[in-house]
């Protein structure tokens, strides 16, 4: 295992890289790592400006015989998915990530990598620290809270930037350069649960789902990969009349943009239906190592007896919740019919938490365009009132719409081909970038997204491609070079 990660090219980034990840900077917990860079910026005279909301706005004058050019604001946020395999032991808000070289990519050590968006924030870090690049005026957005509700990007005012164009560094797939992306709207199901107390003749188990790969909620959604909260709803729909089981407590996911990989149940059964549970939850575990052989390899069903709960649902309430999860939508809704390959909209059955009074399912909801969107509320909508459950729709936020006559558009892709001598992709991201909320205040600023190759973002098998981090490092220069004149 190799570690020495800021030996890699190229050497600032990478340098800033292994920095951002010693500094703990989940959603939300991004104080620490923003006054580090802030102290950074200031020490190298660097005009710093925090908005109300906790965005850096750090500008940088442009290098000599470049000051007539337009300015450029490059832009990523500072947070990253907190995300670990089970039997790892770490707390994002004060555990360094523990970066890692693995032959061609750099990954971390049970935990997500932070690959998104940190190495886009590094490099825009690095080209402030460098007295050797060229360019024109420029600026630097790093946004706030991007993972957990683009808090940041909905906060950004008019009057902020001085940018004409501006640079997304959250894409993760080098030779495709973004001009759009889709929207979304976070979906909160509550059903409502009533309770009686626990049979104290009965057994109490838990049924856990584990070793799954989850992944972006957005980027993975069409890979096929289970989502442990619907596998652990297909089961209880399954089984739960047949083994006269009482659920005392349901639960899976973490957040709303990952796909989840582990989720269980908690209930209780009469002691003479135990054999037939565990010959149930073999029977199921075998069922889907069959059918998600290829995507889910280390699919894993584990049965464990517990203490008796003190109370378990009723009956008719146990009823309704099963039904919901079990028949809500997830995955992929429809492909686009515009963009070969790409996701029109999707649905993520997100993070399932059990309260005293009520059951909530968190989901998110993308799509490319907006009747999208707004059909599967209403499918949502539709299933929560034959349910007699609450949903509450939140935090929506627009898609970016493709600009077909973009200028910077035109430079990047003139400048990857003059430097790779091939054509690079022009795509439509199936996630949530931020450039769709910058429309709003800056309806004329002209905006890109490019990135390196990142896998599995939002999961701990997250991993950036090395020598893909060099090619973006190379054209993102090359690019700032060719800026125009105002």
Known sequence: MTT????LFPQPLWQWFEQICAIPHPSKHEAALSEFIQQWAKQRGLPVVVDHVGNLIIRKPATA???????VVIQAHLDMVPQKNADKVHDFTTDPIQPWIDGEWVKASGTTLGADNGIGMSSALAIL???DIHHGPLEVLLTVDEEAGMTGAFGLQAGMLDAEILINTDSEQEGEIYMGCAGGVDAEISVAIQWQPAPADQQAFTLSITGLKGGHSGVNIH??????????ARFLAGHAQELGLSL???KGGSLRNAIPREAQCSFTIAAAQTALLEQRVAQYQAILQAELAVVEPALTLSLQSTPLPAQVLQAATQTTLINVINSC??????MSDEITGVTESSLNVGVISTSQDKVSILCLIRSLIDTGRENIESTLQSLSDLAGAQIAFS?????????TSSAVMAIVKDTYQSIYHKEPVIMVIHAGLECGLFKKHYPELDMVSIGPTIRYPHGPDEMVNIETVGQYWTLLLAV?????AK
């Open 248 to 250: 005392s407590d349901i």
């Open 65 to 71: 015989g470049m000051e007539d050019r337009k300015t």
């Open 395 to 403: 935090g929506c936020y627009p898609g970016w719409k493709p600009d």
């Open 4 to 7: 020495a990660i800021h030996q």
């Open 223 to 232: 890979l096929g990969r289970g989502n442990a909260n619907k596998l652990i």
């Open 129 to 131: 620290g460098s007295d």
């Open 329 to 334: 939508p997830n995955g992929v809704i429809r």
């Open 480 to 484: 700032l070079e060719r800026i125009p």
